[in-house]
């Protein structure tokens, strides 16, 4: 009896929801319809993107970030992430991060990073293009394709600047250059193109020799490594020796020139003391040879010690001698 009361209950709940929906089928439609309308007439557009609308394949407008309408069914929206930068990548793929550490893959890419340089060598070249699309109408409308246009642009770029270049530029010395010059290579031809996109940085990613040759491209760099460290060593002992000798040279330059004026002084303040001399002599000779005697001999004997001094038949010695040691005894108390 239970199960015959719940089933007439659901056949009357049932019942009656169809009743409710016949009554109000035209409400339920008109709703139903403009839900879709609604949901086909607002639209969003993220922060980093535009929104480009056409209608029936046609471009009419754009639109900016945030909320916005559009013609149902008619216009269509075309979302492109002008403030996202996008990147390209030349020989290799990334695989995803692992342990922190990305992954890179080269199956299949040899031919796309091999190339021939101006030496007639083989470099393999890996790079990335980062850009970003700065005009969302041409990006969408002027070309057909503009990734791999974009993508065959850097390609072709790139092998003509590597052409021009020896392989021990593109290795070593001249990779900052060539990165420079396919940066601007590249913007050129995407001008000439309308592509829409603005070239942001252009990296080398990694440079080598083939695998073939590559143990004889490291001995090689290797060996100059080695040259630029004995050069280095050598500078450097230059630079302590010569700065040394320098300043040895100079200050016995310098101790000979003093030398050379202090006897250029000297002469000149004898020559003047002679001239001096002279004057006097002239002016009274016997008074002047007479002191000049004197003081000489004052000069000689002051140097010669104790002198006695005896008359020709050597008496009166031992006053004198008495004397000398009277005077000898006085400094000594």
């Given at each position: 009896?239970?199960?015959?009361e719940r089933d007439f209950?659901?056949?009357?709940?049932?019942?009656k929801i169809?009743t409710?929906?016949?009554?109000?089928?035209?409400f339920?439609l008109?709703?139903?319809?403009?839900?879709i309308l609604l949901w086909?007439t607002i639209?969003?557009?993220?922060?980093?993107?535009?929104?480009?609308?056409?209608?029936?394949?046609?471009y009419t407008?754009t639109?900016d970030?945030?909320?916005n309408?559009?013609?149902?069914f008619i216009?269509?929206?075309?979302k492109?992430p002008v403030?996202?930068?996008?990147k390209?990548e030349?020989?290799?793929?990334s695989?995803g991060?692992?342990?922190?550490?990305?992954?890179y893959?080269?199956?299949?890419?040899?031919?796309?990073s091999?190339m021939?340089?101006?030496?007639?060598n083989l470099?393999?070249?890996?790079?990335?293009v980062q850009?970003r699309?700065n005009?969302a109408y041409?990006?969408?409308?002027?070309?057909r394709d503009?990734?791999?246009?974009?993508?065959?642009?850097s390609e072709a770029a790139?092998?003509?600047?590597?052409?021009?270049?020896?392989v021990n530029?593109?290795?070593?010395?001249?990779r900052?250059?060539?990165?420079?010059?396919?940066?601007?290579?590249?913007?050129e031809?995407?001008?000439?193109y309308?592509?829409g996109?603005?070239i942001?940085?252009?990296?080398?990613?990694d440079v080598n020799?083939?695998?073939?040759?590559?143990?004889?491209f490291?001995?090689v760099?290797?060996?100059q490594?080695e040259?630029?460290t004995?050069?280095n060593q050598?500078?450097?002992?230059?630079n302590?020796v010569?700065?040394k000798?320098?300043g040895?040279?100079?200050?016995?330059i310098?101790?000979a020139?003093?030398y050379a004026?202090e006897?250029?002084?000297n002469a000149?303040?004898e020559s003047?003391?002679?001239?001096?001399?002279?004057?006097?002599?002239?002016?009274?000779?016997?008074?002047?040879?007479?002191?000049i005697?004197l003081?000489?001999?004052?000069?000689?004997?002051?140097?010669?010690?104790?002198?006695i001094?005896?008359d020709?038949?050597g008496a009166?010695?031992l006053?004198?001698?008495?004397?000398?040691l009277?005077?000898?005894n006085?400094?000594?108390d």
């Open positions: 009896m239970e199960f015959k209950t659901n056949q009357f709940a049932e019942s169809l409710w929906i016949r009554e109000n089928l035209r339920i008109i709703a139903i319809v403009l839900m086909g639209f969003q557009i993220g922060t980093e993107e535009v929104g480009v609308i056409t209608r029936v394949g046609k407008r639109v970030p945030g909320l309408l559009k013609m149902p216009e269509t929206v075309h492109v403030e996202r930068q996008q390209l030349f020989g290799f793929r695989m991060a692992v342990d922190n550490q990305s992954e893959s080269k199956d299949g890419l040899r031919d796309e091999l021939l340089t101006g030496d007639l470099a393999d070249v890996e790079w990335v850009y699309i005009d041409n990006y969408l409308f002027k070309v503009p990734e791999s246009t974009l993508r065959n642009i790139t092998r003509q600047i590597v052409g021009d270049r020896t530029e593109v290795l070593t010395i001249g900052t250059e060539i990165t420079v010059k396919l940066h601007q290579l590249i913007q031809i995407c001008n000439e309308n592509i996109i603005k942001e940085q252009v990296v080398l990613q020799p083939p695998d073939p040759v590559k143990a004889a490291n001995a760099n290797e060996a490594q040259k630029e004995l050069i050598a500078k450097s002992e230059y302590k010569i700065p000798a320098s040895e040279a100079k200050a016995t310098q101790k020139e003093g004026i006897r250029v002084n000149e303040g003047a003391r002679f001239n001096d001399l002279y004057n006097q002599y002239i002016k009274a000779p016997e008074v002047t040879k007479r002191r005697y003081e000489n001999m004052t000069t000689i004997l002051s140097k010669l010690g104790n002198v001094v005896t020709q038949n009166n010695v006053p004198l001698l008495q004397m000398q009277n005077k000898d006085t400094k000594k």
